[in-house]
């Protein structure tokens, strides 16, 4: 079994910055991709960043391009999303995922308020 905790949720003015942490653990003995996903109040769970491996392939949806960024240290089995400029927009829970063995495997989420 995969396990994924999500931190560093929290309530942030616009403009601010978050950085959000995940921490994998488990059966982690291959290589898998990571990403973020989030839901905000009465929408569907979108994409918001991916990144693989190696971490030199990274992907974002159009609305946080140049705003957020992806990244991954996989000598501690993490990945962080640091978020800046964010929107009210932005407001929602963020989910971390992994793709590992065949299998998707997804945190409980971490929210983020973006408010004044």
């Known amino acids: 079994q995969v396990q994924l905790v999500e931190s560093g949720g929290g309530q942030v003015q616009p403009g601010g910055s978050l950085t959000l942490s995940c921490a994998v653990s488990?059966?982690?003995?291959?290589?898998?991709?990571m990403g973020w996903f989030r839901q905000a109040p009465g929408k569907e769970r979108e994409f918001v960043a991916a990144?693989?491996?190696?971490?030199?392939?990274?992907y974002y949806t159009d609305a946080v391009r140049g705003r957020f960024t992806a990244s991954r240290d996989n000598a501690k089995n993490t990945g962080q999303l640091q978020m800046n400029s964010l929107k009210p927009e932005d407001t929602a829970v963020y989910y971390c995922?992994?793709?590992?063995?065949?299998?998707?495997?997804w945190g409980k989420g971490t929210l983020v308020t973006v408010s004044s």
């Open positions: 995922y992994a793709f590992l063995n065949g299998m998707d495997y």
């Open positions: 488990g059966r982690t003995n291959s290589a898998y991709a």
């Open positions: 990144v693989n491996w190696s971490g030199r392939n990274k």
